[in-house]
């Protein structure tokens, strides 16, 4: 099956520094990749969708400008979480839609997380 | 603005019990919706994903079902093991995005 992996599966920061995360698929060729994030005890919120080549869709409520996203190849995608604050302490997972293993194109496979902490 | 809703939301059961966890979803237009599990610090293992033109799906000891006009799906675990102890999700995709349920932990004591 189609494999999504996530680079660092976790990482401390001081407060005010900046943090980037890896989101690659291994074996496909992913035109849409998708960044959640995950507080304790709570299920994964979509915080923006990525297009290849094209600027990244941000949720309602997500700083497009704290949370920068690049998905400059059909493998990469990164999240950098500029000046991080305690409060951006989070699970933050990647997916990715791979158009042609999946029956309807639809089926999203998911990173195993990042998990981030700030001091 | 789509909502899923898992219940229950915590469940204890002794091995080898048969146990359905339950799945509402509001948005009818709905494009297929996917079961996942999750371990504590882990990501997402997917285990079904079902089609909205599709019922059921079964693998193994696991099998979904959709009823797009009532909005919900059930998964269902079948002799169950402390190994399938874990978080399980459903999420609806809509086509475009994916809209998660906050979860049932799931307790298989042995």
């Known amino acids: 099956g189609a494999v999504v992996s996530q680079h660092p599966s976790w990482v401390i920061c001081k407060s005010g520094t900046s943090v980037k995360i890896e989101c690659r698929s291994l074996?496909?060729?992913?035109?849409?990749m998708f960044w959640y994030r995950q507080f304790p005890k709570q299920s994964l919120m979509l915080m923006a969708t990525?297009?290849?080549?094209?600027?990244?869709?941000?949720e309602q409520g997500v700083e497009k400008d704290k949370f920068l996203i690049n998905h400059a190849s059909l493998t990469l995608s990164t999240l950098t979480v500029t000046s991080a604050h305690p409060e951006d302490s989070s699970f933050y997972i990647c997916s990715a839609r791979d158009p042609w293993t999946s029956g309807d194109g639809n089926e999203q496979f998911f990173g195993p997380g990042t998990r981030l902490t700030v001091l | 603005k789509q909502e899923v809703t898992q219940i229950p939301a915590a469940l204890s059961v002794p091995e080898g019990e048969n146990l359905v966890l339950n799945c509402s979803f509001t948005?009818?237009?709905?494009?297929?919706l996917q079961w996942f599990r999750q371990d504590p610090g882990k990501g997402l293992t997917s285990l079904l994903l079902?089609?909205?033109?599709?019922r059921e799906q079964t693998s193994g000891r696991l099998n979904a079902s959709l009823d797009k006009s009532s909005g919900r799906s059930t998964l269902y675990i079948a002799a169950s093991q402390p190994g399938d102890s874990a978080t399980y999700l459903c999420a609806e995709n809509t086509g475009n995005q994916f809209y998660f349920g906050t979860g049932t932990s799931l307790t298989v004591i042995p």
């Open positions: 074996d496909f060729q992913a035109t849409t």
């Open positions: 990525s297009n290849e080549g094209s600027k990244a869709t941000y």
């Open positions: 079902i089609q909205s033109s599709q």
């Open positions: 948005d009818s237009a709905i494009y297929n």
